[in-house]
């Protein structure tokens, strides 16, 4: 059975990709720091009839994070999908004269080095496979800086390099890296299915090989 690992998964969107996945037969890997909320959303996707386990880890301790992903390969089966979506600090949406260095480097490695380490974690036994996806879930500070989110300006292009680097060296190999760009809150997108239709797309981004970025809408129609 393939297996999605969410990282950052919540209520939201996390609990929309987890039911998209789970239609299609994937199990679910759902990782973020409360371990008490991941298991109510498990127990509320399995009362649906789908297979789901929660997994404490904190993006920025990367010991945690790997050995989150470890414990979720062991018990549900190799990850075939990784979706890389935590929800930054709002500390990290600060004007850029209230930038210190020390929060700067925070949000780096809550973006980028987050990502390299989660997909040197699962990386391995996707290309054993030939096959699987990594999914990067943005706002649109990763690809038009503002001044007044500065954290989120300075980390996610940082994400978004490492992301289409890593789209480049993996597409022959049979493992498509993706970023969707959603620029503003979903709510307010007013999407004709709201956040299922962005479940949907991220499905759609799994499944079929493509550009490294896709914008959810144009970036001038968004808030962020």
Same mark, same amino acid.
């Given at each position: 059975m393939p297996v999605i690992a969410i990282i950052g998964a919540g209520p939201g969107l996390g @609990? @929309? +990709?987890a039911r998209r996945f789970g239609r299609e037969g994937f199990s679910i890997a759902l990782i =973020?720091?409360?371990? =008490? %909320?991941?298991?109510a959303m498990a127990a509320e996707l399995e009362a649906s009839g789908l297979t789901a386990r &929660?997994? !404490? @880890?904190? +993006?920025?301790?990367p010991a945690s994070l790997e050995a989150a992903l470890a414990r979720a390969a062991a018990e549900l089966g190799s990850i075939t999908t990784l979706q890389y979506s935590p929800l930054p600090s709002r500390e990290y949406l600060k004007p850029v004269l209230d930038m210190t260095p020390e929060l700067a480097l925070e949000a780096l490695r809550f973006s980028a080095l987050g990502l390299l380490h989660a997909v040197r974690t699962v990386l391995p036994a996707m290309r054993q496979a030939g096959e699987g996806s990594v999914i990067l879930i943005n706002g649109g500070t990763s690809v038009k800086a503002r001044a007044d989110f500065a954290g989120t300006s300075l980390a996610f292009p940082a994400e978004s390099a490492l992301g289409e680097m890593l789209h480049d060296s993996? %597409? !022959?190999? &049979?493992? $498509? +890296? $993706?970023?969707? +760009?959603?620029?503003g809150g979903i709510p307010k997108l007013k999407l004709v299915n709201g956040i299922d239709d962005v479940a949907d797309r991220i499905w759609s981004l799994h499944a079929v090989a493509g550009p490294?970025?896709?914008?959810?809408?144009?970036?001038?129609? &968004? $808030?962020?």
């Amino acid at each position: 059975m393939p297996v999605i690992a969410i990282i950052g998964a919540g209520p939201g969107l996390g @609990a @929309a +990709v987890a039911r998209r996945f789970g239609r299609e037969g994937f199990s679910i890997a759902l990782i =973020s720091r409360n371990q =008490s %909320k991941l298991d109510a959303m498990a127990a509320e996707l399995e009362a649906s009839g789908l297979t789901a386990r &929660g997994y !404490a @880890a904190d +993006v920025l301790e990367p010991a945690s994070l790997e050995a989150a992903l470890a414990r979720a390969a062991a018990e549900l089966g190799s990850i075939t999908t990784l979706q890389y979506s935590p929800l930054p600090s709002r500390e990290y949406l600060k004007p850029v004269l209230d930038m210190t260095p020390e929060l700067a480097l925070e949000a780096l490695r809550f973006s980028a080095l987050g990502l390299l380490h989660a997909v040197r974690t699962v990386l391995p036994a996707m290309r054993q496979a030939g096959e699987g996806s990594v999914i990067l879930i943005n706002g649109g500070t990763s690809v038009k800086a503002r001044a007044d989110f500065a954290g989120t300006s300075l980390a996610f292009p940082a994400e978004s390099a490492l992301g289409e680097m890593l789209h480049d060296s993996l %597409k !022959a190999e &049979g493992i $498509r +890296v $993706r970023q969707l +760009v959603i620029p503003g809150g979903i709510p307010k997108l007013k999407l004709v299915n709201g956040i299922d239709d962005v479940a949907d797309r991220i499905w759609s981004l799994h499944a079929v090989a493509g550009p490294f970025r896709t914008m959810l809408i144009p970036l001038e129609d &968004g $808030r962020e």
